[in-house]
């Protein structure tokens, strides 16, 4: 059974900086394109960032540019998402995915193309 397990949560507050992780377990993810979506109270969930399956490119949304940053391991099946100087408007519950689709050199920014999900992991953002 595919399982993705995103950690790393939590309140802070305007300026702070967090990490979220996120696991996979149950299939190797180190040849798939992953991305970090998030969805804030009454809004749909969207796009943050992602990385290709070699982990050579990435891409994010235009807001967290220059604040976020995405990686993976793949020796340890994992997915990370850096996130400095973070503002209330960051506030979300941020979740990570898996795309079966993407080509190597490719970042899908769709949530209809990714596969797997984990169950997310909220973020607060106080002013």
């Known amino acids: 059974q595919v399982q993705l397990v995103e950690s790393g949560g939590g309140l802070v507050q305007t300026g702070d900086s967090l990490r979220l992780s996120c696991t996979g377990s149950?299939?190797?993810?180190?040849?798939?394109?992953m991305a970090w979506f998030r969805q804030a109270p009454g809004k749909e969930r969207s796009f943050v960032a992602g990385?290709?399956?070699?982990?050579?490119?990435?891409h994010y949304q235009d807001s967290v540019k220059g604040r976020f940053t995405v990686s993976r391991d793949f020796a340890n099946n994992a997915l990370y998402l850096q996130m400095n100087d973070l503002k209330p408007e960051d506030t979300a519950v941020y979740y990570c995915a898996v795309t079966l689709r993407a080509g190597r050199y490719a970042v899908l920014t769709s949530e209809e193309e990714y596969d797997y999900w984990g169950q997310g992991a909220q973020v607060t953002v106080s002013s």
């Open positions: 990385i290709t399956r070699a982990g050579s490119g990435t």
């Open positions: 149950g299939q190797t993810f180190s040849t798939y394109a």
